[in-house]
């Protein structure tokens, strides 16, 4: 059963639990209780069948009645009630496709030589990308020791979300570090695909706006995830001692300096295109190949990638089932020369592309990671059809004639509509009559 993720808009204090005993030490995922308070907007995420138990909950939450108060939490009119609570669900991940339109490269569907389609729409990927929120303190005080500070609330101030929907945005990991005489962002790639987003800002700059321009601005940074200031002008400690995804230091010392640091975006889910990105220089992304799938959906992380080297003749590419191999002519070979090769290959599942420049040497066996969901399948007037390349926006899908030639055939003038089944239902268009 899919997860669903529930957001709550608090007028009071309430709670909710699920008390059900066993059940709430299940992996993946536990979920007991959750509380809230005040003023406060909750989304968090369960397992579809606690869902069915909190809903009566949170119906009789929506119901119930409780002193109105104004934004400041001040008692409106005598005899003034409101609800406890407003709440909205959504199945995660949450993103519904949309098909925008079809066009086709000839007028119709054509019987005799088959057709081409470009879809376009919102949420072909059918996912959600990662994210991480990085919190500021409204408020500090001490007590105590001196040199110690307690903070009253945690504040969201600034949000971090991959650029890539489906899992590969939670092997994103950020750093905000103190500051320094001068700003930097550094990226670095481990040989897993693990991305680390070092962010330093200058001195009397580490603000929530200042560090999302940072991130931004920064071309190695984002390719791979973009910032947002909730909070404009918000001060942001280092990672070390900030609240991040509502994890709390408390008193901020010496003795916990540093407990947190690297921390990783997560929530990425569903629908998700696999890729693998090979550094000219190990941990280095800056020049690098880098093949992802035609389609979204985690059997593509089977597609495979194999450099040899000094094989003589020329440089070129082969494919057997999901294993990509490449044959270097030379103990080394220009990023272009291994892009054009594997392109090249007729029906691979992977489009190469090249960042920067440089040469790679010998690669063993090599495994794409981050697709997500279940791979599209795509009709046509009933027939099976060939995704050949998707986004978040666009699909290029074929159908051959020999499909729809396949019992009970497709006559001329039948109207024939386009369906694609996805992570959470199927979406349709039509697409007109069939063609000789």
């Not at 918000?234 to 001692?241: D, E």
């Amino acid at each position: 059963m899919s997860n669903v993720a529930i957001t709550v808009t608090a007028n009071g204090n309430s709670t909710l639990n699920d008390l059900l005993g066993i059940e709430a030490y299940a992996k993946p995922g536990t979920w007991v209780s959750q509380s809230f308070s005040f003023g406060t907007v909750v989304t968090f995420e369960v397992p579809g069948n606690v869902w069915t138990r909190l809903r009566p909950q949170l119906n009789a939450l929506a119901n119930r009645r409780i002193p109105a108060l104004d934004s400041a939490g001040l008692p409106l009119a005598s005899g003034k009630t409101m609800p406890a609570l407003s709440y909205s669900m959504d199945w995660v991940p949450g993103d519904r496709p949309r098909v925008g339109s079809v066009r086709i490269n000839t007028t119709l569907v054509d019987l005799s030589s088959g057709s081409t389609l470009t879809v376009a729409g919102t949420n072909l990927l059918s996912g959600t990308a990662a994210s991480l929120m990085l919190q500021t303190w409204s408020a500090a005080y001490s007590y105590g020791n001196p040199g110690t500070r307690t903070f009253t609330r945690a504040v969201d101030a600034l949000r971090v979300d991959a650029v890539a929907k489906g899992p590969l945005g939670n092997k994103i990991a950020v750093s905000v570090e103190k500051e320094a005489a001068s700003s930097s962002v550094v990226v670095t790639m481990d040989a897993d695909g693990e991305i680390y987003i070092k962010v330093t800002p200058i001195t009397d700059f580490s603000t929530s706006t200042a560090i999302a321009a940072l991130i931004n601005g920064s071309s190695a940074a984002n390719v791979w995830v973009s910032a947002t200031a909730l909070v404009a002008g918000a001060l942001i400690s280092p990672t070390s001692t900030v609240s991040v995804n509502g994890i709390s230091p408390g008193g901020l010392t010496a003795s916990n300096a540093g407990q947190i640091g690297k921390v990783y975006l997560s929530g990425g889910d569903g629908g998700g295109l696999a890729r693998l990105d090979v550094p000219v220089v190990a941990g280095a992304p800056a020049n690098r190949l880098v093949l992802v799938s035609k389609t979204a959906g985690n059997q593509q992380n089977l597609i495979t990638l194999t450099i040899t080297v000094s094989n003589g003749g020329s440089t070129g590419a082969s494919l057997s089932g999901n294993n990509i191999t490449v044959a270097c002519s030379g103990a080394t070979e220009t990023l272009a020369n291994i892009v054009s090769a594997i392109n090249g290959v007729s029906g691979v599942p992977v489009v190469a592309s090249a960042v920067g420049s440089g040469s790679l040497r010998a690669l063993s066996k090599s495994w794409l990671y981050g697709g997500g969901g279940e791979t599209p399948v795509a009709t046509v007037g009933g027939k099976t059809a060939v995704i050949t390349a998707q986004s978040d926006t666009a699909m290029t899908i074929t159908v051959s004639s020999a499909a729809l030639a396949v019992s009970p055939a497709v006559s001329v003038g039948d109207q024939l509509a386009l369906q694609l089944q996805m992570n959470y239902g199927l979406v349709s268009a039509p697409l007109g009559a069939a063609q000789a």
